[in-house]
């Protein structure tokens, strides 16, 4: 196993802390890139899979930490009904795929992390950010996203910008979780420990950026 990456906290803008005073975003550099996932990740997506039924799936939102970000995004004006959270997404997706199919290394890993922890990980090119991520609101249609010195580079429970998202030629990853009120900071560090253990493991036995095609 690597060592423990080291975990940072991001600003919160005034305007955020005030509104919701348990927001944060935990974030952490790797290095790493998409690569092809090992067949040791792949096995894990395949037990979780086997494990993760529709009783699960069911229960989910009544599970502390699912339950802690469907609250939140619900606060935010979103419906979680029409737009889950991201554990909500993937398990919704497992029930209508039928597994957690297994796509690139870092995606992978991304989907374990979330899974195991209920904590959403964001991961985004190193080298095309400005500066450390931040939380804050956008000037218009009050949005809620992850920004850096130049702008947005994500929505916070949505989509990453083109300009910062990982590529085939991404090499060092930014990646970031976020933590609202009722989710311990020790699970959201352990959701960014995860994806680097992974990350670590998967980047030694194959080329980093390599496409999988099997």
Known sequence: MSADPVVEWAQ?????????????LAFTLIEGGPGRSPRALKRRLKEMSDRYTGARAVSLRQEPIPRAYRMFVRQVGIDPDDSPPPMEAISLERM???EFASRNLLDDALLC???????????????????PPRLELT????????????????????????SS??????????????TVKGVPD???????????????????????GSADTS
Do not use: K
Not at 12 to 24: H, K, M, N, T, Y
Not at 113 to 131: K, L, N
Not at 198 to 207: E, F, Q, T, V, Y
């Open 12 to 24: 919160v803008s005034d305007e955020l802390a005030s509104e919701f005073p348990a927001l944060g």
């Open 96 to 98: 209508r795929a039928g």
């Open 113 to 131: 992390a979330t899974m195991d922890t209920g904590i959403p990980v964001f991961a985004f090119d190193a080298e095309r950010t400005d500066g």
């Open 139 to 162: 000037d218009t249609g009050r949005r809620l996203v992850i920004a850096d010195a130049r702008g947005m580079l994500a929505e916070l429970f949505g989509r990453t910008g083109e």
């Open 165 to 178: 998202a990982v590529s085939a030629g991404t090499s060092r990853i930014l990646l970031c979780a976020p």
């Open 186 to 208: 020790v699970s959201v560090e352990e959701a960014l420990w995860i994806v680097s253990d992974l990350l670590a493991a998967g980047n030694l036995g194959g080329r980093a």
